[in-house]
Structures are given as C-alpha cells and as structure tokens.
C-alpha cells in the first residue's frame, strides 16, 4: 500500500490552521526608537515607580509633615496658604488680570485652558517619533507648563516668611493643669477675664495665656488693674478682696506647672 493511498483528511473549522503563541515583535533592527509595551516599556515604568514610592516614604518618615494649631476662626491675623503644589495657582490669582473682576479667569479659565492643552497633547500630537525635537507640540507645551509652574511656585514662596510662619502656628499642646472652680478666685475670673483668657487661662486670639507665667501675687494685681502690653487698665471690676483672690487663683493655677 502506498503511503497516502485509501487515507482522507478532514479539516475542522473550529481550530486554527497556524495558531501560535504571542511573541513581542523583535525591534532590535530599529534600536532606541521603540520597544514592545509588554514586559519590557511596562517592566521600566514599574522600576521608576518603585523608586519613587520608596523614595517618597523615606523622605515622609525623616521630614514628616508640620502640624499647625487647631483652627481658629476668630483669628483675623492668621494667614491661610495652600499646599506647596498649590502654590502656582495661590500667585495667579495675585495679578491683575485674573483676580478681583477677572477672579473667574483667573481662577476656571486660565487653569482650565493649561491643564486642557496637556490633555489633548497626545491628541495633538499622534506621531510616534520619541525623540522631544521631533515632537514640537507635546514638548513646547510640557516646557511651557514646568516654567510656568516653577515661577509661580517660586514666586508665591518668596514672600513667605515660612520660619516665622512655622513658629507662629506650631501646635498647642492641651493643658495638663487642672482648673479648681471651687477656689474662691475663680468667680472673680470668671466675671473679669474668662472672655478674653478662656476658661482654662489658655488664651485667645486677643490675649495671651495665663499658664505659665511667672508673675507674683502682686504682679497680677497690678496687670489687672493698671492693664500691660494692648491689655488696656481697668479690665477688672470688683472689690479689694476679689482681686486677692482673682490674683491667689492664677498663681495657684501656675504652681501645678
């Protein structure tokens, strides 16, 4: 029997005649100007990624973010400031055209148009040239967005005394002193000097705090009825004795310190 003699083959449509695995296109005749996405581009832009993540977490842990005091409305000294990243649109909106009037331009406009743009960029701009020369749009309009960006950044910062700032807003730790309402002193306070000092000498945005000072019994009659710094005099209404006892009240407050 000869071969192939009294033998068919049948085809199944079902099963692909040259089905093969996926294997990446090899680049290596084009070397620099692509690559294939799956592992190797995708494989880099983990690396990176991990890099900066851990990066990022060390500089956290040895720098980590500043706290400031608990917000106070009534402060009307406090100046409020964005986060360094928002930094660039906090000096936008100083100038002319895109503040008072123009707060709409300044603030949708403006901002809409510059992020649009780098939105669009690879719209813009299909080629698949990878070398920045060879790509004007998507180039001009990265460059233009970092210098943009830096100026603003830098320009906001400069006029930012941020020691004096860090100073002036370092938390407050909560008083461990434990106020006695029983001591006769404390009424007198209470009628004469919770309102600006609060009502655990902690102080206010128009006083300062009766914790930890070290004043005399003497002293503080005095303040009380002579007024010292922007406290103006007379603040103190009550009798001879009330005011022992008012000044009593604050030492004793201080000698738990």
Known sequence: MKKGKGMKFVGDSRVTADKQKFIPKDYSEYPGRTEAFWPNFLLKEWLVGAVFIVGFLCLTVAHPAPLEKLA??????????????????????????ASASYFVLGAIVIPGLAFGALFLAPFLDKGKERRPHKRPVATSLMILSFVAVFWLTYEAAAHVDWEAKAENNKPEPPSTVEIDTSHPGYAA????????????????????????IERSVDEIKDIAVNGIGNMPPDQFQGTEEELQQLAEFIVSVNEQE
């Open 72 to 97: 106070d409305p009534t402060d009307t000294a406090y100046l409020p400031l964005p986060d360094w990243y928002f930094l660039f649109l906090y000096q936008l909106l100083k100038y002319k055209f």
């Open 189 to 212: 306070y209470e009628n004469s000097c919770l309102q600006c000092h609060g009502g655990e000498l902690e102080g206010g945005p128009a006083a300062p705090s009766l914790i930890g």
